[in-house]
Every structure is written in structure tokens, then in C-alpha cells.
């Protein structure tokens, strides 16, 4: 009784653990082997990872834009740096019959002032020094003596004249500029715009040519070009 009384008064700790990832159990069927019942480890899964064909790094390599140390070779240079105009258009092979006289114009207008700008740009001048030569150059009366010098000089081909009488049956709206310069001198000055234009989808080689040809300079100058072609008339 005595040793009885004792364990009733003793405290007995039990400690258990808890498997959060049991292991599954595999209950051996008749006739089953050791060796099947031995967890095999999962194999890695392979990282897909094809080299690129050796076609693709050879033009990598000799890419002079990927290629380190190059630089893109251009042929054409102003003042040591690409012959700076807008950004290449799509050559279109056939612009009229897309487009109206009026729509080359409206292009050839912009191009013909960048020319003029890039004439007057160096050496630097004042902003009002700028526009009044831009102005200048960009009035209709100057764009029909600039017309003139070409036809005088049998410069353009037989397709540019035809683009030139094409241009000349530009419809506007532009009456004071009608009234100010005549109806013949805006006309002409439309269709040289409107072969500026073609030129400009065309041919950009034959552009240059002929704006070079005008007096449009790609370096310093401060030569006024409708004065210097008054003065040698």
C-alpha cells in the first residue's frame, strides 16, 4: 500500500513529437522485394538551355553596331558628322500615284526650309539674323529666280520637268501671297516645292544635288543665295 501511495504522488512527463512531413508508408504486397521498397530520390529537372545557332553570333560579330569599337560606317558627311535632313522616308516608288501635287508641296515646303536653315546656321547668328535670311529665301519671288536657274542651266531631267508643269496646277487659297508675287511667280514656286517633294521620297541623293545646285551650301556661309544669283545673271 505504501508503494502504491508513492506513484500516485509522482509526476510522470511524457514528450512526443509530431511529423509535419511524414513520409508515405508503403505496405508491401506478397512477394514484393527490399529493393522496390527503397525511396528513390526525384532525378533534377534539366534546364532547357539550346545555344542560338552559330549563324546568329557570326552576324553579331560582324554587326558594326553590336560589334564593340565600331561605329556605323556613313558615306556621306557635313562638318564631320551624317549628313543631317529629317529622317529617311520610305521611298516611294511611284508618289503620284499616291499623292497630289498639292501633298509634295506641302513636304517639299518644309524640306526647301530646312535647306535654307541649314545654309544660314553657321557661323551662329542672332535669331533675327536667322529668320531674316530664311525669310528671305522661302518668299515665292526667291523660289522662282532659284526655278529659273535650274531651267536656264538644263539641269533637270526630263521627269523632274514634267513633276515642275505638274506642280504648276496647285489650287490655294493664298491670295495675298497671289496678289504680292503674281500668280505665275507663286505657281512656279509651287511647282519647284512640289519637285522637292518628289525628290524628297524618291531620291535623296539627287535631293542634294540639286539643292547644292540652287546655292543651298553644306558648310559656313553667309552668302545670301538669291543675291548671288541676281548678280550673275
Excluded at 511524414?22 to 529537372?45: D, F, H, Q
Excluded at 526630263?158 to 493664298?174: C, P
Excluded at 512656279?188 to 516645292?193: F, I, Q, T
Aim: charge should be positive; glycine fraction near 6%.
Amino acid at each position: 500500500m505504501a508503494a502504491a501511495g508513492f506513484l500516485s504522488n509522482c509526476t510522470v512527463r511524457v514528450r512526443s513529437s509530431y511529423d509535419l512531413f511524414p513520409n508515405p508508408v508503403t505496405i508491401p504486397s506478397p512477394g514484393t522485394s527490399k529493393k522496390t521498397l527503397t525511396k528513390k530520390k526525384p532525378s533534377p529537372i534539366p534546364l532547357k538551355t539550346t545555344p542560338p545557332p552559330l549563324s546568329d553570333l557570326f552576324k553579331k560579330i560582324n554587326d558594326p553596331l553590336t560589334s564593340p569599337g565600331k561605329s556605323q560606317q556613313v558615306e556621306e558627311q557635313y562638318l564631320g558628322y551624317p549628313t543631317w535632313l529629317p529622317a529617311s522616308p520610305p521611298k516611294v516608288k511611284k508618289p503620284r500615284s499616291i499623292y497630289n501635287a498639292a501633298s509634295l508641296a506641302y513636304i517639299g515646303d518644309g524640306v526647301y526650309e530646312l535647306y535654307a536653315r541649314r545654309h544660314f546656321l553657321f557661323p551662329p547668328h542672332s535669331i533675327e539674323v536667322y529668320n531674316d535670311r530664311v525669310k528671305a529665301v522661302v518668299r515665292c519671288e526667291a523660289q522662282d529666280a532659284l526655278l529659273r536657274r535650274l531651267l536656264e542651266d538644263d539641269y533637270l531631267t526630263e521627269e523632274e520637268r514634267d513633276v515642275l508643269r505638274w506642280g504648276k496646277n496647285i489650287i490655294s487659297g493664298k491670295t495675298r501671297t497671289k496678289k504680292r508675287a503674281g500668280v505665275a511667280v507663286y505657281s512656279r514656286a509651287s511647282s519647284l516645292e512640289t519637285l522637292i517633294g518628289f525628290l524628297y521620297l524618291t531620291d535623296m541623293g539627287r535631293l542634294e544635288d540639286v539643292m547644292l545646285k540652287l546655292g543651298f551650301t553644306t558648310g559656313a556661309s553667309d552668302e545670301p543665295i538669291v543675291t548671288k544669283h541676281r548678280e550673275s545673271k
